[in-house]
């Protein structure tokens, strides 16, 4: 029996060609980015069993990739979770209000947008030229537990990745003397909301890959994104040169925080230096 083919014009066979190879590298990046999610909540407990989670959407690739990549854990996971996305408006000048409701409503998720001017609250307390990510987070902070609580939440979700973790390890070493980072799970200081990053085993270069596969409609921050005297960017310029002249170094830091050795450090509240003596090998053999 005969079997017709239909040959394709070359430029048309390309086109598809390379769509096909495009589609089979993003099922990889998705798979990948979703086990590594999964395995962050293995290893840390952070979606369990009835939990009702506030993920925090900001417009960005990050929020947005935790989003697509939670639902998509929720789908396979063996157990049921809630969520509900949150947006919090800050009234920045010229922010486009109709984005992430169209994109919401387009996903079917429950979701709320808050409605708050600290933009106005920063840009009054904070002199021009200053950084404002300090005051900026701290009135987030006090909002969105307002509003878990409000929504019934048990979970805060925010979209760190892993650079974002390693950036605040240097970040506290260099101008806080401090060995201290992002956790991914962390209970608020009144007990009352766990937050937790789904992401802290992803790496920001495949965020954004994989935000440029999904092409999301990025809203960029005005009042964050665009200061060019954040100590984060020196921070991170300084990891980037690192991970291109010896790549993997990011890995290891990051692997680095998840094997800690008090015994050689040099924290008397975490390990008993003064109690520590030599071992009587004579005595014990006795014994």
């Not at 690739?61 to 800050?90: G, T």
């Not at 992002?182 to 200081?189: A, E, G, I, T, V």
Request: glycine share 6%; charged share 25%; aromatic share 8%.
């Amino acid at each position: 029996m005969l079997k017709y083919v239909k040959i394709l014009p070359h430029s048309t066979g390309l086109f598809l060609l390379n769509m096909h190879k495009d589609n089979i590298k993003f099922q990889k990046l998705e798979t990948q980015l979703r086990r590594l999610m999964a395995k962050a909540s293995g290893d840390f407990g952070l979606l369990e069993a009835g939990d009702r989670i506030m993920v925090c959407l900001s417009g960005g690739k990050d929020s947005y990739a935790m989003l697509s990549l939670l639902q998509l854990i929720q789908q396979k996971a063996p157990f049921e979770f809630d969520m509900v996305a949150v947006n919090l408006d800050q009234k920045q000048p010229g922010f486009p209000e109709h984005i992430l409701p169209a994109y919401l409503d387009e996903l079917g998720i429950e979701y709320k947008i808050i409605e708050e001017d600290t933009y106005s609250i920063v840009k009054e307390i904070i002199p021009e030229g200053k950084t404002t990510c300090g005051l900026c987070s701290r009135l987030r902070r006090g909002i969105l537990y307002r509003v878990a609580d409000e929504l019934n939440c048990n979970k805060i979700a925010l979209g760190h990745h892993q650079d974002d973790m390693v950036e605040t390890l240097f970040l506290n070493l260099f101008f806080g003397a401090k060995l201290k980072a992002m956790p991914p799970k962390l209970l608020s200081d009144d007990g009352q909301h766990l937050v937790i990053r789904p992401m802290a085993y992803i790496r920001e270069h495949d965020l954004i890959s994989y935000a440029e596969y999904k092409d999301y409609p990025i809203i960029p921050c005005n009042l964050c994104g665009s200061q060019e005297n954040l100590q984060r960017q020196a921070i991170k310029h300084m990891l980037h040169q690192w991970d291109q002249i010896n790549p993997g170094r990011v890995n290891n830091i990051a692997n680095a925080m998840c094997n800690v050795v008090p015994s050689h450090l040099c924290d008397t509240e975490l390990f008993d230096f003064k109690g520590l003596a030599q071992i009587d090998l004579p005595k014990l053999l006795k014994l």
